[in-house]
């Protein structure tokens, strides 16, 4: 998937590409500076298409600033290299709830994308929330299947508690620009269905439990439940941001921990400051 374009300084810049020729010619062509950027109302496969008509070899897609340093591969036919919080309308409901896997996710496709209609290679890369809601929406049915007895709303506290901060790198997750990227744009984290499914506590919820939030009231009362070990003993931990640690202006992010010599229950906090 990867593609490198080098200019003539010897710089190179890397992206993604799914067109990936065999008998691609390897040296140095003109390069015209007619830019292709992401977004508008024309696609990106077919920004590629008007430059191959044009008797184009390849083409660089630029992000724009919103896009930072992503990068996404694409089934181009030359080479080429999620909604955050907070929720404006309902500020006291942290969104998004969580993330997953959505990035250059190998998918079926209804079409050959080669336009061979004998071809075989049926499936694309895709990017995006479409991906990311099946890997959660599978999670929570095999969740589901392990323990019959959850409530969604205890299925959603399971996936949402155990989260993962840091990637496999044993870093921060970092967003688009390469930046630790805040609760608004990861929720509690990265799901991990291992962890999911042994959570040590759950929040479970019935729907008049709703009520006093759409009534308007600011004291809510949430029990957990323990679907761990028995006899366990949990002490709470909380974590907060200050007016300085704002990730966005007005808004702050903490976390409330129930921790035990087995489990951490980690929920996000938004702060807002007035």
Not at 107 to 124: G, Q
Not at 239 to 260: A, M, N, P
């Amino acid at each position: 998937m990867k593609a490198t374009a080098q200019l003539g300084n010897g710089e190179e810049f890397d992206g993604k590409s799914l067109f990936q020729p065999r008998d691609f010619d390897p040296k140095l062509l003109p390069l015209v500076m007619q830019v292709q950027m992401r977004g508008g109302e024309i696609g990106r496969n077919d920004k590629g298409k008007v430059v191959a008509l044009a008797g184009g070899a390849a083409m660089i897609l630029m992000n724009q600033k919103s896009d930072g340093f992503s990068t996404l591969a694409d089934a181009h036919v030359l080479p080429a290299t999620h909604t955050r919080g907070p929720s404006m309308e309902s500020p006291g409901i942290l969104k998004p709830d969580i993330i997953g896997p959505g990035v250059s996710i190998l998918a079926a496709w209804p079409v050959p994308l080669d336009n061979n209609t004998n071809s075989k290679s049926t499936f694309n890369l895709i990017s995006g929330t479409s991906m990311s809601c099946h890997h959660l929406c599978g999670i929570a049915a095999l969740l589901k299947s392990s323990h019959p007895d959850w409530s969604p709303a205890a299925i959603n506290s399971a996936i949402m508690t155990t989260a993962d901060l840091l990637n496999l790198e044993g870093k921060k997750i970092v967003d688009e620009r390469l930046l630790p990227a805040d609760i608004f744009a990861t929720g509690a984290g990265h799901v991990n269905p291992s962890k999911a499914n042994n959570p040590g506590l759950v929040y479970d919820i019935q729907p008049d439990d709703y009520i006093p939030y759409l009534c308007g009231s600011q004291a809510y009362t949430r029990t957990v439940t323990n679907v761990g070990r028995a006899n366990s003993t949990y002490t709470p931990d909380r974590v907060f941001g200050s007016s300085r640690d704002r990730v966005i202006e007005g808004f702050s992010q903490g976390y409330l921990k129930w921790v035990s010599d087995r489990y951490s229950v980690r929920s996000p906090i938004s702060v807002i400051f007035e």
